[in-house]
């Protein structure tokens, strides 16, 4: 079965730093992957996706992510963190064959003036 | 705003009772999953419904059934409801049920269960 692993539930980032967020996925074919965002109260927000064209995948509100095959990471960055980007960020894959998403335990980034 | 509206937004219930939560999908989507939330066991797939039919289950249990009309909007229902079945339902639709597909996401359901 898939499985989701984010490093670190929680990140604290000054505003203006680079904010790194990271996903290893366990495939042995490669899957789609997800960034999904979560607002307090509010449902999840997809930030970006890989779906096997480039590697480097650019999404909404200044985030980026790099799909890494070797390292079968889909790390998620954003050069320069805003106070706005407080949020839950949730990596989450999907087989080319399946439907459903599966969710790593989600990383909740807070950021400090 | 996604397009994908749920109702109710909260519902605070007993133990042993049943619930109805409702999902509208995006207009055009013909499919729509729905997903758990909760603080142990974070964000789960429960089961998929594509254009009325049952397509995919996760983990769901068997008290907890779901449906798609064929207006396209979808319920799912709890029943013999336990304390450990507190958690934030969402519900989310897809154009078809393809990988690549995007999933859109409703505000979801806050289910309390006492």
């Known amino acids: 079965a898939q499985s989701v692993t984010q490093l670190g539930s929680h990140v604290s980032v000054s505003e203006g730093a680079l904010v790194l967020l990271r996903c290893n996925y366990s495939s042995s074919v490669p899957p789609y992957l997800f960034w999904y965002v979560q607002y307090p109260n509010q449902g999840l927000q997809l930030l970006l996706k890989y779906t096997s064209a480039a590697t480097l995948v650019k999404g909404i509100n200044g985030f980026e992510a790099e799909f890494k095959k070797s390292e079968t990471s889909f790390h998620l960055t954003k050069p320069s963190a805003h106070m706005s980007d407080a949020a839950e960020y949730f990596c989450?894959?999907?087989?080319?064959?399946?439907?459903?998403?599966?969710f790593g335990g989600g990383t909740r980034v807070l950021v400090k003036p | 705003d996604s397009g994908v509206t749920q109702t109710p937004k909260h519902l605070i219930t007993a133990t042993g009772q049943r619930v109805t939560l409702r999902c509208s999908p995006r207009s055009g989507d013909l499919s729509v999953y729905w997903y758990q939330q909760s603080l142990d066991q974070g964000l789960q797939f429960l089961i998929q419904?594509?254009?009325?039919?049952?397509?995919a289950k996760g983990n769901i249990l068997e008290r907890f059934s779901a449906q798609q009309f064929p207006d396209l909007h979808s319920e799912l229902n709890l029943s013999s409801l336990e304390l450990g079945d507190s958690a934030l339902y969402f519900c989310?639709?897809?154009?078809?049920?393809?990988?690549?597909?995007?999933?859109?996401f409703g505000p979801g359901t806050r289910l309390t269960v006492t």
């Open positions: 989310a639709s897809s154009v078809g049920d393809l990988a690549t597909h995007e999933q859109y």
């Open positions: 989450a894959v999907r087989e080319a064959a399946g439907n459903k998403l599966t």
């Open positions: 419904y594509y254009n009325g039919e049952e397509r």
